[in-house]
Every structure is written in C-alpha cells, then in structure tokens.
C-alpha cells in the first residue's frame, strides 16, 4: 500500500510565498504529480517529477526528494486566484496514481 | 475543444436504482479512469481501462462496473445504487497507462442517493 500525508490547510498572504510539502512511502516509485482543484471544478496538472531536485515553471516550483519520501510545491508572489486544494499523487508500480488528501490553501488579502 | 465531458452534471437518486455515469474524450487517450472524491478522504481510483476492451479494478471498485467498448467512451455504472455512493465523480485520461502521462480529469459528476 501507499501512504501519503499533507496538510490539510495553510493559509498564506497575496504577494508571498507559501510552501506545501508531501511525504509519502510506497513501493516501485514511478513519479509525483502536483495538481491544482479550485472549489468545484476538476483537478488540473501543475508538475510531474521523477527525477531528484527541482522543477520550475512559471511562479510554480516542485521539488522531489526520492531518498527521503519528499516532495514540496512552492507557489512564488501568491495570488488571490491561487486560493484552491493542492493534490499530491505519487504513480508507484502499478501505474496507478494515488492522491492525498489535499492541501487547501486559502490566500488572503 | 478537445477534452473530457461527463454527464449528467449532478443526479439525485434513490437508494436502490440503477444508474449510469457517462464519459466521453475526444483526445484519442488509450488510459481512462474513474475517481471518487468524497471530503477527507481525497481521489479514491474506482475503475480503470488501459485500453479499448480492457478494464481493471482501483482501490473501491465494490458496487460500480465499467465497460470500455471503444476509445472514446468510458461508462460507470451503479447497479443498485446505495447512500455511501454519495459522492463527487470524475473521469480522467491519459495518452496510455505510462508513467510520465498526465490525467487529464473531466468536470465530475455529483451524485447524491437518497
């Protein structure tokens, strides 16, 4: 099985930088996806990492450490529109994505 | 617009009906999914398809059955629906069952049974 921990919620000011970090232990690890679902709608992709370090796009940043279990999303100069549920999913053998609980980060003014 | 359509957008049923979650893609993905989302506990995988007819079982597959008889569509269907079936559904897709394919998730569909 997989586990997959988050938190549950943070709360950040528009123009920061806020910091969402997943830990997760699985076996057969093929990858992580970040997604980004805004209050009733569909999850949409942000970033996939497979390899050790950092990948940055745009105001976006994922960061995977596969030695320790790790993975933060980093979202730069927040904005009120990034106020939504962050979802990590790790792709492990089976090829099959497990999500987490999700992360709902609420941007305030 | 390519994309993934789900339909209907909500239901309303009794306990003990039958029903049917319909998807449709247009983006020639081989991989299709269906999630359920309820809070707290996150996208839980139901059912999936690698490809036109065939299908595998996810994490909580108890109670829902899919068929995959094309590439394009990706039905889910409820047997006898019950109130722990409750719940937000999506589809999902991907170019194939690969590790570096993105889902790409429809528009969901809620569901509420009485």
């Known amino acids: 099985g997989q586990n997959i921990d988050q938190p549950t919620e943070m709360t950040a000011t528009e123009g920061a930088i806020v910091q969402i970090n997943c830990t997760y232990q699985?076996?057969?690890?093929?990858?992580l996806f970040w997604y980004q679902q805004h209050a009733g709608e569909a999850p949409t992709f942000l970033s996939y990492n497979v390899l050790d370090g950092l990948e940055e796009k745009g105001r976006f940043s994922s960061f995977l450490s596969r030695s320790k279990g790790y993975s933060y999303l980093l979202l730069k100069e927040l904005q009120m529109k990034d106020s939504a549920s962050y979802l990590c999913?790790?792709?492990?053998?089976?090829?099959?994505?497990?999500f987490g609980k999700g992360t709902k980060l609420s941007v305030i003014p | 617009i390519a994309g993934i359509t789900q339909a209907p957008t909500s239901q309303i049923l009794a306990a003990g009906r039958r029903m049917t979650l319909r998807c449709t893609q247009d983006m020639r993905h081989n991989a299709m999914y269906w999630y359920r989302q309820d809070l707290g506990l996150g996208l839980r995988l139901i059912h999936y398809s690698n490809t036109a007819g065939t299908t595998g079982k996810g994490e909580v597959p108890d109670g829902y059955s899919v068929s995959r008889a094309n590439t394009d569509d990706f039905p889910l269907t409820l047997a006898s629906a019950v109130p722990s079936q409750t719940s937000v559904y999506f589809c999902?897709?991907?170019?194939?069952?690969?590790?570096?394919?993105?889902?790409?998730f429809g528009p969901g569909t809620r569901l509420t049974v009485l």
């Open positions: 999902a897709s991907s170019e194939t069952k690969g590790h570096t394919d993105t889902q790409y």
């Open positions: 999913a790790v792709l492990a053998g089976s090829y099959q994505l497990t």
């Open positions: 699985t076996s057969g690890f093929n990858g």
